[in-house]
């Protein structure tokens, strides 16, 4: 009979045991990471989740930032007239599959991982170009109801058509608003881009309600304004992406965010039988 193991000695597996786990989370790579990098990985603060999504799946973030990088540089370049650029007919692929396409997959993706916050952004800038896009396509007519004469083909310049597109613009942006005061639990980074995104949906909306009067001077203005505003959300969303691309590849230069997430009071986490 062999003998019983004195007890009053702690073993190894003991101080294992006993030691606190780590506050980590695992990346699409199963490399453990701080909740710093988690929150520059995918643009979220790190929450409790069930499964193993993050090591199953590739970061989905980035391929959103894309669609909306190449689709926001355009659309505002164009707004701007560089190069002598006028009308969004020609570009109109980035209102229907640039933008939206890769922006719907990444919100997938988010929603099934449980990024909460890009899915919600994603979801958001996905409808926003399908709708935006339909105002430049003029084989729909939207504008015909709006003529003054049959045949006259000058509703796009009428007060109501422009009025109504001043609201709808409007109401976008108290939404980015929204995702604004949110995003200051992430990063400087990304809270910049809401700044920016949400500054030129609100000049944009301006540019209408001036079209709308006629004062089609000051619309321009207000139009370039926007234009730069969005520009600048492009080259910051861009900024992010590559952080992003470069965190995953383990590019060798770390790229800073500017964290604001120390700034808040932790939560305590919640679990799934939590109201």
């Known amino acids: 009979m062999s003998p019983r193991p004195d007890r009053s000695t702690p073993c190894a597996n003991d101080f294992i045991k006993s030691e606190p786990p780590l506050a980590h989370a695992m990346s699409s790579s199963a490399i453990s990471m701080s909740a710093e990098v988690f929150e520059k ?7 409790p989740r069930v499964g193993d999504n993050l090591r199953r799946f590739a970061n989905p973030t980035p391929l959103g930032f894309m669609g909306f990088v190449i689709a926001a540089i355009t659309f505002s370049m164009v707004l701007l007239g560089f190069g002598g650029a006028s009308g969004l007919s020609p570009v109109v692929g980035i209102f229907f599959f640039t933008g939206p396409l890769l922006l719907l997959l990444a919100t997938i993706f988010e929603w099934i991982m449980g990024n909460f916050f890009p899915m919600m952004a994603f979801g958001a800038l996905t409808v926003f170009w399908l709708s935006f896009g339909l105002l430049q396509l003029p084989t729909l007519g939207l504008a015909t109801p709006y003529d003054s004469a049959a045949g006259a083909a000058d509703g796009a310049l009428s007060k109501e058509y422009n009025a109504a597109i001043a609201l ?25 881009i809401f700044v920016t995104v949400t500054t030129g949906a609100f000049l944009l909306s301006g540019a209408y309600w001036k079209l709308s009067t006629g004062a089609y001077a000051t619309a321009k203005i207000l139009q370039k304004a926007g234009g730069g505003m969005i520009l600048v959300t492009g080259f910051l969303s861009w900024y992010m ?35």
Request: glycine residues 6%; proline residues 6%.
């Open 241 to 275: 992406t590559v952080v992003m691309m470069a965190a995953e590849m383990q590019f060798p230069i770390r790229l800073p965010v500017g964290d604001l997430n120390h700034f808040w009071d932790k939560a305590e986490p919640r679990t799934g039988e939590e109201v």
């Open 41 to 47: 990985l995918y643009m979220t603060p790190e929450t």
């Open 168 to 192: 709808y613009l409007l109401v976008w942006g108290f939404a980015l608003f929204t995702f604004l005061i949110l995003s200051t639990k992430t990063n400087l980074g990304l809270a910049s």
